[in-house]
């Protein structure tokens, strides 16, 4: 993924997942044909842009309206690496990546 600074280089050099996932935020962000875009074009992704805060949206609104604890767990983890299938050669291929 071309997201500037931070983006994977190899295993020499670091990697941060968590900056990884907060520019995936910023795909979702955009909505679903920018989401097609970058998927087709990688280039087009854009650099040096993060959008952490996406990630408290839900949490944040659920606990202001109920005045409760948000305790939801996803069934799928937003974590880098936790699709194991999708990260693999077979996956990647799916994706055209």
């Known amino acids: ?11 020499e050099s670091f990697f941060s997942e968590d900056n990884f996932l ?22 087009a992704m854009p650099k040096h842009l ?7 949206i839900a949490p944040t609104a659920y606990e202001r309206m109920t005045a409760q604890s948000y305790s939801h767990v ?3 983890s937003m974590e880098t690496f936790s699709n194991l299938q ?6 990647r291929n799916q994706t055209g990546d």
Not at 6 to 11: A, D, R, S, T, V
Not at 27 to 43: E, Y
């Open 1 to 11: 993924m071309h997201i500037g600074t931070f983006e994977y280089k190899g295993e």
């Open 22 to 43: 907060y520019a995936r935020c910023v795909v979702v962000a955009n909505g679903q044909d920018f989401f097609r875009c970058v998927l087709v074009d990688p280039r």
């Open 50 to 56: 993060e959008f952490e805060s996406v990630l408290t």
């Open 74 to 76: 996803p069934r799928v």
């Open 86 to 91: 999708g990260w693999s050669e077979q996956g």
